[in-house]
């Protein structure tokens, strides 16, 4: 449905979780439409319970008065121990949760939320320079295979 791609170029993604969104029936046909963005979004920890904030999930076009906010704070799905786990990595080593994608997954929707750690300027540089060393090879080995 959607991905983050900008949370791997200004984060690292030490670990993956796969939750559950609470939506209501408007936003899930917009979602199906791909009309949500994860560009600016982010999770916090409130209460014993996770919200995702920042997430925009466009209105749905034939849905009138049931709309809702389309950046309301959604709850998302997790075990307990999941999140104790991660409000003690946050609290204590600096880690963030971003958004990674959506997707649909035996009929409901599921988001992967990321622990990150801020990148530096220079390892976003590195990030570059070695992604742009990974195409040049690959662009190599297939030259080389076509002759």
């Keep these: 449905m959607a991905q983050n791609r900008k949370a791997f170029h200004d984060y690292f993604v030490e670990e993956r979780y796969e939750c559950g969104i ?17 560009k600016e979004s982010w999770a916090q920890i409130r ?11 466009s209105p749905y076009e034939h849905g009138s008065v049931f ?8 709850r998302l799905l997790l075990h ?10 946050i609290a204590r080593q600096g880690y963030t949760l971003i958004p990674l994608e ?10 992967q939320l990321g622990l990150c750690k801020g990148k530096q300027a220079h390892d976003k540089r590195d990030s570059i320079a070695k992604r742009d ?8 080995l297939r030259n080389r295979q076509k002759t």
């Design 22 to 38: 609470e939506l209501f029936g408007t936003e899930v046909k917009s979602m199906r439409a791909g009309k949500v963005s994860l």
């Design 47 to 57: 209460n014993k319970e996770v919200f995702v904030e920042g997430m925009h999930i």
């Design 67 to 74: 709309n809702r906010d389309p950046l309301r704070p959604k």
């Design 80 to 89: 307990k121990s999941e999140i104790r786990k991660l409000d003690s990595l």
């Design 133 to 140: 060393a990974d195409r040049e090879i690959q662009r190599a």
């Design 102 to 111: 959506i997707y649909l997954k035996d009929g409901r929707m599921k988001l």
